[in-house]
């Protein structure tokens, strides 16, 4: 038996998330399909976490054991033969018996993408240039914002979440939502509850063919379930001006939800990448 | 009643092309609908042409009559309101009575995308390094071609196209296929036949973060149903060397579907631009 490590991209629009789910299109059922049409095996691949229906990854991390040995590169050829296009295995390799997606991750790095709709905002509004329409073919990877952002208040807010913080106003709280939250850190909720460590938070801006694009990129040693779509609108809020970024402290302090700004919606956020030790 | 002229972005993937059918989703009966929901009337908007399914956009035109006077960028920014994010109205206008968006064409510029899997050939083959996956971010918009083109002979290939030409060989052959030919260039068809003029017919290479892109782009006064995927399949098999650019004035001069290449796949296909008098 041999212990494998997968990095897997995906488009998530069309399917339910990660996990498997009784008669619906998964992730994780998807690559458990696969791996039984290449291999004759079919091993439940351990995600190093779930994402949600809508929610994408470049590099999203899975680990399962095979039986049967098979060189690394013609697996990784193989399942992507067999895989819907929407799912591509990037690397495939063999690893320690010991590595598990999921309990061996020591950080991960999401990415937010916002479409800005606003050239400009001001007396000029009339003219029709200040709007700029968001290309239907980046609509499924973006949150198309349509109100004017103030990128040095955005910057500001993100750097706020930077450290060692318990993060319950940013977890989601309907009851299924928080379960889902807890399977996923199970190790975590229980020695931390909603304490985690971000290391980083940063925006950029970019100017690409199509308009002004926004990336929000966040490095931590765990997020709660919808931490960071709810990190995001609640920087989006400050942005537009509805907030200030000096609140922030102030709602991470109340440990409540409500103090909180909105969830940004799913088809803006990608699974970055995933680290293990060494 | 006002003579409207649009101009419309979509992604085609989910649709079943541009022409409205009974029980189907399309792009031109997305559109007649919005325009119900926004201005209370529901003219049919006529089509510079039609796109298949899977087809893509960035310049279709469209046009149609209003009797409601409407501001045109109200009109437009009413009908993306509406409109399913997959589809865009980038521009709004209104134009002389006399203008149509297919009979008044004078001329139309395709794009077909390809994105190269191998990155090098070679006695290296067999280092993973030599494969690149295609992005599932991409992969609705492009043909991900997994052999290695030769781009010299690929911009040969397209240089041979240029000139007024009668291109029945590269034309869809089934009964079906050749009707909806027939009906998309009514006039054409009948003083013409298969005789259309390319007037630039060229490959540009692309070097992006996520591997190699090529691009082809074909302007002409008019193309027949499947010929520029009928191109593009013929002009793929001469990069990868089935063929030789020196055939194509052959396949050209036979007047016979079964002379030329295949038919490479929709969903590389994009209609560019649409040029029209003055």
Redesign the interface.
Known sequence: MQNWKVIV???GTDYSGWQVQPGRATIQGELQAALGRVTGESPLPQGSGRTDAGV?ALGQVASFGLAAPIP??NL??AL?RTLP??????ETMVVPAAFHARHSTVAKTYEYRVFLERRRTGPDE?D?SY?V?????L???VY?YPWPLDFGELERAAASFVGTHDFLSFAATDPDETTRSAADNEEDMTTLGAVRTVYRSWWEQKQTDEGTMLFYRVRGNGFLHHMVRNLVGTMLDVGRGYRRAEEIPGMIAAKARAAAGPTAPPQGLFLHSVEYPE
């Open positions: 991209s995906y488009d994408h690394a590169d990784r050829r992507n296009a929407a799912i591509r295995v990037v009339a029709p709007a329409v968001c290309p239907p073919f609509a499924r990877y198309s």
